[in-house]
């Protein structure tokens, strides 16, 4: 991998070039070319090249790309060929639903442990996975060797359980709350606000309409 700062961009669009690898993949095509990568995941062939020209080169001109080759390339670029293992906090109807997604296995997350503090859901199993009371957050932490936690809960109690989070070995945290957070520097955050989200979309619906001359 080249010596210099990839682009944040860069990485969420290879990720979903590895999920577009994956499922050409499924129907037996073995080669690709850039324009077709392109098409499929909405970008242009000359960013596809961009994008993959940050780690090597990949392809044959003329040729394109072995798809599986390249998938597999991707996956270690993304750190995905190991097992990661996740810590949920907060088993309400957002933790629950997040430990039964199929994606984070299919993916190399592991979640190992899921925690809260409503006394009628400690040893409750969800997807297999047992709810711990918050004491215990250090001791599974240690003993499963989790690398990450995301983070499940109301906005009040978010830089609560990011402090205790923090005096763990945890190495990235996912914060699903709606707010901010801080965590020392040592710890990778990613934010997941979902009304961000759909304000860009306003946004975006906005300024269609105003382009158009619409109200």
């Known amino acids: 991998m080249k010596t210099l700062k990839i682009p944040e961009a860069t990485v969420i669009r290879l990720s979903v070039y ?8 499924r129907r037996g095509i073995t080669t690709i070319s850039s ?3 392109a098409d499929g995941t909405g970008v242009s062939p000359a960013q596809v090249r961009k994008d993959l020209a940050y780690f090597g080169e990949f392809g044959t001109r003329g040729v ?11 996956i270690k670029i993304l ?3 190991t097992t990661w293992s996740v810590v949920i906090i907060g088993a309400g109807n957002l933790g629950t639903a997040l430990s039964m997604y199929g994606g984070f296995r299919e993916r190399g997350f592991k979640v190992v ?3 809260d503090n409503a006394p009628h859901k400690i040893g409750y199993r969800l997807n297999g996975v047992e709810v711990y009371p918050m004491e215990r957050l ?3 932490i240690e003993k499963e060797k989790a690398q990450i936690a995301i983070i499940a809960v109301p906005a009040e109690h978010a830089q609560e359980v990011a402090d205790q989070l923090a005096e763990t070995s945890i190495q990235g945290i996912l914060n699903f709350a709606p707010c901010v957070i801080n965590v020392p520097e040592r710890i990778e955050l ?4 979902l009304s961000v989200n759909l304000e860009l979309i306003t946004f975006n619906l906005a300024l269609r309409r105003s382009l ?4």
């Open 64 to 74: 394109g790309y072995n798809v599986k080759d390249l998938y597999w390339h991707i």
């Open 113 to 115: 442990g899921i925690f």
């Open 190 to 193: 990613r934010n997941v606000d």
């Open 35 to 37: 324009g077709e990568i």
């Open 79 to 81: 750190g995905l060929n």
């Open 18 to 25: 590895s999920r577009y690898l994956a499922q050409v993949d």
């Open 212 to 215: 158009k001359g619409g109200k």
């Open 138 to 140: 250090k001791e599974i």
